[in-house]
């Protein structure tokens, strides 16, 4: 059962453009919405986060935008860089849960000049 | 400084084997984290520990065996190894959970651990 879902699996996105990518939750009792961006070879890095008690959040080029009555989330890249080309994963907790993330399946970013 | 480190980086080892994987933070975290990453990219939870007392414990097969000495230190011991552990590991760390929402995980580089 796969909590988060996350999509699209990949996407190419010009340099300049805007890298939208989405993820969907059932678990109610997350209250915790991390994005994650991993580069070859390296550990996942905390990119942004959110809690629901707002309906988005901003810094510097990355967004991310949360709908609670739908239980989806998205994270938006402005101004792709190439430098940005990595895998990113949405990922949830829960106060109760022990700080436990739930990561979506990935989503693997390529940015062209 | 590297901030969560873990050795070996790369591992190559025959089934049946015993292996371990050492992990050290420096960040002053009391919680630390096991994480399994797949083939294909998925990230999931083994095991984490707050000051050395096991909190979370996923469904693991008895043959990984977490280990901490102390708060600071978080190490994965795998007995008879399978084909089908073959992953990258990483270990993690965070500052304890107090009320609701998270605290950022920070995670090392990842160990490969390659079963032939």
């Known amino acids: 059962q796969q909590q988060v879902k996350q999509s699209p699996q990949s996407l190419i996105v010009q340099k300049g453009g805007i890298s939208i990518i989405n993820c969907a939750y059932e678990n109610t009792a997350f209250d915790y919405f991390p994005w994650y961006q991993q580069f070859p070879g390296k550990g996942p890095a905390l990119l942004i986060a959110i809690r629901p008690d707002v309906s988005e959040k901003k810094e510097g080029r990355f967004t991310i935008s949360f709908n609670k009555s739908a239980k989806q989330f998205s994270l938006h890249i402005m101004d792709s860089q190439p430098g940005d080309s990595a895998t990113y994963f949405c990922a949830a907790s829960s106060a109760g849960g022990g700080n436990k993330l739930t990561f979506g399946t990935g989503t693997q970013l390529k940015v062209e000049l | 400084d590297t901030a969560v480190s873990q050795t070996p980086k790369y591992l190559v080892t025959q089934m049946g084997n015993d292996k371990s994987i050492k992990c050290e933070q420096n960040?002053?975290?009391?919680?630390m984290y096991w994480y399994k990453q797949d083939s294909k990219k998925f990230l999931k939870i083994m095991f984490s520990y707050n000051n050395k007392e096991l909190i979370i414990n996923e469904t693991v097969p008895n043959r990984f065996s977490p280990k901490s000495p102390d708060k600071a230190h978080l190490n994965l011991h795998i007995n008879s190894l399978e084909l089908g552990d073959s992953a990258v590991y990483f270990c993690?760390?965070?500052?304890?959970?107090?009320?609701?929402?998270?605290?950022?995980?920070?995670f090392g580089e990842g160990s490969w651990l390659t079963v032939v």
């Open positions: 960040l002053g975290h009391d919680t």
């Open positions: 993690a760390s965070s500052h304890p959970l107090l009320g609701g929402g998270g605290n950022t995980i920070y």
